[in-house]
């Protein structure tokens, strides 16, 4: 069961820069590494007690207990996006 956050807390707002147009030119590579991309940020946000409270496409907001928290998530994710082994077609 999550807990979510109450009383002071911190959002981190996540989204892919130029997916529309990844999505219109590479639509099954962009499908694919969807699926890597969703499972990153939701691990590092698990990770640091966060709570994913919308999803939409490539967008996540989600909150936490702190703004530390809400940080090391951000890096966490930061770290596995550039070095997850991406397919060319969908860097």
Known sequence: ????????I?????????STRLWE???HAMDQALV????????AIEAE???VFSTQGDAF???FHSASDA??????I??????????DDAR
Request: cysteine-free; proline content about 6%.
């Open 1 to 8: 069961m999550e807990r979510r956050p109450q009383g002071t």
């Open 10 to 18: 911190a959002f981190l707002f996540s989204d892919v820069e130029g």
């Open 25 to 27: 030119e590479q639509h």
């Open 36 to 43: 890597a991309h969703d499972r990153i940020l939701r691990e």
């Open 49 to 51: 007690s966060g709570y």
């Open 61 to 63: 907001a989600a909150a």
């Open 71 to 76: 940080a090391r998530a951000a890096l966490a």
């Open 78 to 87: 930061q770290h596995s996006l550039t070095h997850h082994p991406w397919p």
